[in-house]
């Protein structure tokens, strides 16, 4: 069973290597701009790539933004670096660049972390998931077994509309 009540306290979450983080809840709002700054990271992306072709500059350092699997990929691993920078408070399992300390939580730091498989995408899945469980908790009834444009039928239903004819008007002879 899954309470319909928006969590509001930071809450952990357990990834892969060891590494634990502390987020705190996702909202529409924060999805939101997630994925509008990951939209318009793609598309500057984009543009680099677009005018380098056209100058006939080397792309070799840009993903290959022609192939529609490559741009999709580009865009997920884009959002999940979005949520984890908007959204990680704190986490335990990373270690700063001299392997004695706790490296601190920064854009750069979470973007490094978040690109190593698997942790960005059980980030990914963990984070969104309750989001997901909670939205199918409230739309729990379903369509109907005729669905949704299905003929409704039952003694109060409306008859058909009587038609009468109505013609275009006759386009002008010249």
Same mark, same amino acid.
């Given at each position: 069973?899954?309470?319909? *009540?928006?969590?509001?306290? #930071?809450?952990?979450?357990?990834?892969?290597?060891? $590494?634990?983080?502390?987020?705190?809840?996702?909202? /529409?709002?924060?999805? /939101?701009? @997630?994925?509008?700054? @990951?939209?318009?990271?793609? &598309?500057?992306? &984009?543009?680099?790539?677009?005018?380098?072709?056209?100058?006939?500059?080397?792309?070799?350092?840009?993903?290959?933004?022609?192939? #529609?699997?490559?741009?999709?990929?580009?865009?997920?691993?884009?959002?999940?670096?979005?949520?984890?920078?908007?959204? $990680?408070?704190?986490? /335990?399992?990373?270690? @700063?660049?001299?392997?004695? *300390?706790?490296?601190?939580?920064?854009?750069?730091?979470?973007?490094?972390?978040?690109?190593?498989?698997?942790? !960005?995408?059980?980030?990914? =899945?963990?984070?969104?998931?309750? =989001?997901?469980?909670?939205?199918? #908790?409230?739309?729990?009834? !379903?369509? *109907?077994?005729?669905?949704? /444009? !299905?003929? #409704? &039928?039952?003694?109060?239903?409306? !008859?058909? @509309?009587?038609?009468?004819?109505?013609?275009?008007?006759?386009?002008?002879?010249?």
């Amino acid at each position: 069973m899954i309470s319909l *009540s928006t969590p509001k306290d #930071a809450f952990d979450l357990d990834l892969p290597y060891g $590494i634990t983080v502390t987020v705190k809840p996702l909202t /529409s709002s924060g999805m /939101s701009a @997630a994925q509008a700054a @990951a939209r318009r990271r793609l &598309e500057s992306l &984009e543009s680099q790539y677009r005018e380098r072709k056209e100058a006939g500059l080397l792309t070799d350092d840009l993903p290959d933004l022609d192939d #529609a699997a490559e741009r999709d990929g580009l865009y997920h691993g884009l959002l999940v670096h979005e949520l984890a920078a908007r959204h $990680i408070l704190a986490w /335990s399992g990373v270690l @700063a660049e001299d392997g004695e *300390s706790e490296a601190p939580v920064s854009r750069e730091a979470v973007a490094a972390v978040m690109d190593l498989y698997p942790v !960005g995408e059980r980030f990914f =899945q963990e984070f969104t998931l309750r =989001q997901v469980l909670l939205n199918a #908790a409230k739309n729990a009834s !379903g369509p *109907s077994a005729a669905g949704t /444009s !299905g003929r #409704a &039928e039952g003694r109060n239903t409306a !008859g058909a @509309a009587k038609s009468k004819d109505s013609p275009a008007p006759k386009a002008a002879s010249a």
